[in-house]
């Protein structure tokens, strides 16, 4: 059983505010790139499918690392209902973080599209293309980017609570790895 830890590890403040930057650079270039029918659209889709592709493996690495290090335990303070959704929440978040470029990916496929990382390298297809399953696996990714997006900003108004309201070290444990 992990032991609890005060703070999170540096490779996990790492990995929390990388991915955080490369979440709302793709959520930009996701926004973008559906709205677009300009010159920027191939090119967009050009950062769009490796950055996904990043984001899977480093997701993977958070995963493996949060199982091995744990987490800090919430103050004594944060009620046991806001700590069961704090929990849930999380797990919804990695969840969707391991969905979005599976699911992604899997489009791509079925629409007979390459993934691209860089060059001349492609991924293989994760399924055989397929118009329909394209479309149920479009309409996928659009609805789980929304409930991501949703979840994001709820992560990030439970951040700001603990940070500058309540100031529990809840926040600062992610920011700086250790509390007051």
């Known amino acids: 059983m992990n032991r609890p830890h005060l703070h999170f590890s540096p490779v996990q ?3 929390h505010w990388g991915m955080a930057i490369a979440m709302l650079t793709m959520l930009f270039i996701g926004v973008i790139m559906v709205s677009t029918l300009t010159q920027a659209h191939s090119t967009l889709i050009a950062l769009h499918r490796p950055l996904g592709i990043v984001i899977l493996a480093l997701v993977v690495i958070r995963i493996i690392v949060r199982v091995k290090r744990g987490s800090p335990p919430l103050p004594d303070s944060v009620p046991s209902m806001q700590q069961t959704i704090a929990k849930a929440s999380h797990l919804l978040l990695y969840a969707l973080m391991l969905a979005m470029p ?26 055989s293309a397929d118009a329909r399953l394209f479309a149920v696996l479009r309409a996928m990714h659009t609805w789980l980017a929304f409930a991501l ?28 790895g250790h509390r007051r």
Not at 104 to 120: D, E, H, K, N, Q
Not at 162 to 168: E, N
């Open 149 to 176: 997006f949703a979840l994001v900003i709820g992560h990030l108004a439970a951040a700001l609570m603990h940070g500058l309201i309540k100031r529990d070290g809840v926040f600062s444990s992610m920011a700086r």
């Open 13 to 15: 403040r790492w990995l």
């Open 102 to 127: 599976l699911i992604g990916w899997a489009m791509v496929s079925a629409g007979g599209y390459p993934v691209t990382l860089f060059g001349a390298y492609h991924l293989p297809p994760l399924v």
